[in-house]
C-alpha cells in the first residue's frame, strides 16, 4: 500500500472554493482508491506522496524532509494573474507574494491544475509543462443533486414562489462581476437575485469599500445572503432557476460543478478559459445586455430552459466520481515510481454523445 499526506490550510479561510476541492479530493481518494492508497491529513510522518493543497510558508519550509524519501505534489488553484484582481496589496508586497507563489509551484515534484488553460501559462513563468497534469473537479451527488419542491423551499427562504430566481455564489470581489449583477438585476425587476458568499479576505478584498457600499444598499429585488455552510448549499442551488456567473477570472469553479448537480443552467461570461472544460454546458454572453437577454429567454421560453437544464446535468455526468478517480489512480501511481511525464489526458473522460 502506498501512502498520501494530503496537507492543507485551507479551513483558514471559510467559504472559498479551495476548501470544497480539498474536502472533495480527499474524500473520493478515501473511498474510490482504498484498496491502493492509504491516506493522512497533515501527517508528520514521511509519506510515499505528500500532496499539498495550499502554499502555506510552513509547507516550503518543510518540503526538504517531504521530499527526502517521497515526491511532493502540489495543487494549482491560482497563478499571479488570477489574484490580481481579487486582493490589494501594495505593490512590494504583491511582488514578494507572487515571487513566493511561483517558488512554491517550481519547488514541486509534480504539479495538477484542474483546468488545462493554465499548463501554458504555467510553462511560460518557467515550469516544465511535463511535470503538471490536468485532473478536473467533482462534486459529489450525495451532497449536491435537485429538489423537487421548488416552491416550498423558496418559502423557507422568504423568498416568491413564483418569480424566476437568479442565484450567484462566489465572494465579493471585483473580478466575480458583483457590481454588474447588481446593474442587471436593477435592470429586471420582474426577478428575484440571490448571492451567496462574502468578503473572505476582509478588507484587502478587491474593491472592498465600494462593493460594502454597494451590497449595503442593493436593489429590492436582490438578496446577499452572506456566508453559507456547505452542508446548507444544496438548497441554496435548488432555490435558483439559474446560476449566474458574470466573473471576469476564474479556473474551474467548485459552483459550477455543484449547480450542475442539481440540474440548475449555468450563464457564465464567454471566457476561454472555460472552452475546454464546460463545451457546450453551458450557456454564456459577453455583457450586461447579453446576460439580460439570456435570463429573459430563459424565463420565457420553455424548450430553451429545459434544454439548458439538460445541458447541466450532462455536464455533472461527464465529471463523475468515477471517471475523475481513475484520474486520480493513473497520477497517485505514477508520481509514486516518480515518472518523468504524467498527464492523464481529458480524452480519458468519455464525452456524452
Given at each position: 500500500?502506498?501512502?498520501?499526506?494530503?496537507?492543507?490550510?485551507?479551513?483558514?479561510?471559510?467559504?472559498?472554493?479551495?476548501?470544497?476541492?480539498?474536502?472533495?479530493?480527499?474524500?473520493?481518494?478515501?473511498?474510490?482508491?482504498?484498496?491502493?492508497?492509504?491516506?493522512?491529513?497533515?501527517?508528520?510522518?514521511?509519506?510515499?506522496?505528500?500532496?499539498?493543497?495550499?502554499?502555506?510558508?510552513?509547507?516550503?519550509?518543510?518540503?526538504?524532509?517531504?521530499?527526502?524519501?517521497?515526491?511532493?505534489?502540489?495543487?494549482?488553484?491560482?497563478?499571479?494573474?488570477?489574484?490580481?484582481?481579487?486582493?490589494?496589496?501594495?505593490?512590494?508586497?504583491?511582488?514578494?507574494?507572487?515571487?513566493?507563489?511561483?517558488?512554491?509551484?517550481?519547488?514541486?515534484?509534480?504539479?495538477?491544475?484542474?483546468?488545462?488553460?493554465?499548463i501554458e501559462r504555467l510553462e511560460a513563468y518557467g515550469v516544465?509543462r511535463r511535470k503538471v497534469s490536468y485532473i478536473p473537479n467533482?462534486?459529489?451527488?450525495?451532497?449536491?443533486?435537485?429538489?423537487?419542491?421548488?416552491?416550498?423551499?423558496?418559502?423557507?427562504?422568504?423568498?416568491?414562489?413564483?418569480?424566476?430566481?437568479?442565484?450567484?455564489?462566489?465572494?465579493?470581489?471585483?473580478?466575480?462581476?458583483?457590481?454588474?449583477?447588481?446593474?442587471?438585476?436593477?435592470?429586471?425587476?420582474?426577478?428575484?437575485?440571490?448571492?451567496?458568499?462574502?468578503?473572505a479576505f476582509g478588507k484587502i478584498s478587491d474593491g472592498y469599500?465600494?462593493?460594502?457600499?454597494?451590497?449595503?444598499?442593493?436593489?429590492?429585488?436582490?438578496?446577499?445572503?452572506?456566508?453559507?455552510?456547505?452542508?446548507?448549499?444544496?438548497?441554496?442551488?435548488?432555490?435558483?432557476?439559474?446560476?449566474?456567473?458574470?466573473?471576469?477570472?476564474?479556473?474551474?469553479?467548485?459552483?459550477?460543478?455543484?449547480?450542475?448537480?442539481?440540474?440548475?443552467?449555468?450563464?457564465?461570461?464567454?471566457?476561454?478559459?472555460?472552452?475546454?472544460?464546460?463545451?457546450?454546458?453551458?450557456?454564456?454572453?459577453?455583457?450586461?445586455?447579453?446576460?439580460?437577454?439570456?435570463?429573459?429567454?430563459?424565463?420565457?421560453?420553455?424548450?430553451?430552459?429545459?434544454?439548458?437544464?439538460?445541458?447541466?446535468?450532462?455536464?455533472?455526468?461527464?465529471?463523475?466520481?468515477?471517471?475523475?478517480?481513475?484520474?486520480?489512480?493513473?497520477?497517485?501511481?505514477?508520481?509514486?515510481?516518480?515518472?518523468?511525464?504524467?498527464?492523464?489526458?481529458?480524452?480519458?473522460?468519455?464525452?456524452?454523445?
Open positions: 500500500m502506498l501512502t498520501i499526506n494530503m496537507v492543507s490550510k485551507a479551513d483558514m479561510v471559510q467559504g472559498q472554493g479551495v476548501l470544497s476541492a480539498h474536502d472533495e479530493q480527499v474524500r473520493l481518494v478515501r473511498e474510490e482508491l482504498s484498496d491502493r492508497f492509504i491516506v493522512a491529513e497533515n501527517s508528520r510522518s514521511t509519506c510515499d506522496i505528500t500532496h499539498y493543497h495550499t502554499i502555506n510558508p510552513e509547507f516550503l519550509f518543510g518540503l526538504p524532509f517531504a521530499k527526502h524519501k517521497g515526491t511532493a505534489v502540489g495543487y494549482v488553484h491560482f497563478l499571479p494573474e488570477t489574484l490580481e484582481n481579487s486582493i490589494h496589496l501594495p505593490r512590494f508586497m504583491k511582488r514578494a507574494f507572487y515571487w513566493y507563489v511561483l517558488r512554491f509551484y517550481k519547488s514541486m515534484d509534480y504539479l495538477v491544475t484542474v483546468n488545462p488553460y493554465f516544465d467533482f462534486v459529489s451527488s450525495e451532497q449536491f443533486y435537485p429538489i423537487r419542491d421548488k416552491e416550498g423551499l423558496r418559502k423557507k427562504y422568504q423568498l416568491d414562489p413564483e418569480k424566476f430566481t437568479v442565484l450567484c455564489v462566489g465572494q465579493l470581489q471585483k473580478r466575480k462581476g458583483v457590481l454588474e449583477f447588481l446593474e442587471i438585476a436593477r435592470s429586471m425587476p420582474q426577478m428575484q437575485f440571490l448571492w451567496a458568499g462574502d468578503f469599500e465600494e462593493i460594502k457600499k454597494a451590497v449595503a444598499n442593493p436593489p429590492e429585488n436582490v438578496r446577499f445572503l452572506g456566508l453559507i455552510e456547505r452542508s446548507r448549499m444544496n438548497e441554496i442551488y435548488n432555490l435558483a432557476d439559474v446560476m449566474f456567473l458574470p466573473s471576469y477570472e476564474e479556473l474551474f469553479p467548485m459552483t459550477i460543478l455543484e449547480s450542475m448537480n442539481c440540474g440548475v443552467p449555468i450563464l457564465l461570461r464567454d471566457l476561454p478559459i472555460y472552452e475546454d472544460i464546460l463545451f457546450d454546458y453551458y450557456l454564456r454572453a459577453d455583457d450586461n445586455e447579453g446576460f439580460m437577454g439570456c435570463l429573459t429567454r430563459l424565463s420565457a421560453d420553455r424548450g430553451y430552459y429545459q434544454a439548458a437544464s439538460e445541458k447541466s446535468m450532462e455536464g455533472h455526468i461527464f465529471y463523475s466520481r468515477e471517471h475523475v478517480a481513475k484520474m486520480w489512480r493513473c497520477f497517485y501511481e505514477a508520481v509514486a515510481v516518480k515518472e518523468k511525464n504524467i498527464n492523464p489526458k481529458l480524452a480519458d473522460l468519455p464525452r456524452l454523445v
